[in-house]
Nanobody, 122 residues
Framework: QVQLVESGGGLVQAGGSLRLSCAAS????????MGWFRQAPGKERDFAAA????????YYADSVKGRFTISRDNAKNTVYLQMNSLKPEDTAVYYC???????????????WGQGTQVTVSS
């Protein structure tokens, strides 16, 4: 069974940091583009960051650029999202996703995790 399991969410004060992890199982994801999306209450799910299969290319939404860093460890089948300088508007459920489609677009992700809640207090 293919699974993506996020962890590392929680409650943090504005200006703080969190590191999200996404552990993949069921098959190897080392050739997939991996992404992080987020959904705030009452809003649609939005793209946050993505990383190519080799880790050589990364992509960020303007809203998180310079504050968030995506990385991956293919040996561990795990992708990370380091979030610094968090703001209340970063509050959302964060989802990990995997795409086998190249080039990858926000709609080409076929595997999704269940999400982890991140709450940033002011």
């Amino acid at each position: 069974q293919v699974q993506l399991v996020e962890s590392g969410g929680g409650l943090v004060q504005a200006g703080g940091s969190l590191r999200l992890s996404c552990a993949a199982s069921g098959r190897t994801f080392s050739r997939d583009t991996m992404g992080w999306f987020r959904q705030a209450p009452g809003k649609e799910r939005d793209f946050a960051a993505a990383i190519s299969w080799s880790g050589g290319s990364t992509y960020y939404a303007d809203s998180v650029k310079g504050r968030f860093t995506i990385s991956r460890d293919n040996a561990k089948n795990t992708v990370y999202l380091q979030m610094n300088s968090l703001k209340p508007e970063d509050t959302a459920v964060y989802y990990c996703a995997a795409s086998t489609v190249v080039p990858t677009t926000p709609t080409s992700y076929g595997y999704w995790g269940q999400g982890t809640q991140v709450t940033v207090s002011s």
